[in-house]
């Protein structure tokens, strides 16, 4: 029970909602509290952002077929539960995540696409302090961008604005901190910081080589 924009599950049950995508939500929960079960909260582009929709929802309009439903629904929750199990090894929670999913040309079959557990679509709690700082009602740790979120949020409608504010300097370099750090904890590997390594092109390679 989290988040901070206007489609994210806290701020529309703060709002009143009782019914996110479907799902029941109990009564006087609170920030940051543990959901009754792992919920899949799918979203559909529309003009400006993301909408909230429901499983139901997305049968009944035809943006997906109950059998391709079946597939995405199962794939992503397996997905999550995997992610939760590697966090857990390293003394993470995975909170949350987003996953996207897309249909090829030539076959139509369902691929997942974008990355997958990073600090971009990902949030990440540290294990040890969690309850005890909820309990206290206060944020938990987190190595994630959720302050920097945050940061937009209480500057400008990040939705809405044409032009945003640049984040201060200090900020970035936080959010650099904590990337790496998330990197080392996930993968049990130093970062390296070699800059001819990580040029563009050694990148494009590093992508390549997933690709179908």
């Known amino acids: 029970m989290t988040g901070s924009t206007s489609t994210s599950i806290w701020k529309n049950y703060q709002n009143g909602v009782r019914n996110y995508c479907g799902h029941e939500l109990p009564e006087n929960m609170k920030k940051n509290e543990k959901l009754p079960y792992i919920m899949l909260t799918p979203t559909t582009k529309e003009e400006t952002h993301d ?44 909170v949350d995540t987003k996953y996207e999913l897309g249909k090829l040309c ?63 300097k200090d900020l970035v370099v936080e959010l650099s901190r904590r990337y790496i750090m998330l990197y080392e904890k996930i993968t049990g590997n130093k970062f390296n910081f070699d800059l001819d390594e990580n040029s563009d092109q050694a990148i494009a390679n590093a992508i390549s080589s997933y690709l179908l």
């Open 51 to 94: 909408r909230p929709i429901s499983a139901q929802e997305i049968i009944e309009t035809g943006l997906l077929s109950p059998q391709d439903w079946e597939i995405c629904s199962k794939a992503v929750l397996a997905l999550f539960q995997r992610g939760q199990e590697l966090a857990a090894q390293n003394g993470l929670i995975l």
């Open 106 to 168: 030539t076959n139509d079959q369902i691929v997942l696409i974008d990355e997958v557990h990073t600090p971009d679509s990902s949030r990440y709690w540290i294990a040890s302090s969690y309850q005890e700082r909820v309990d206290q009602g206060l944020e938990p740790e987190n190595i994630d961008k959720e302050f920097l979120r945050l940061w937009f949020a209480n500057h400008c409608d990040p939705y809405n604005d044409a032009i945003l504010p640049e984040a201060p």
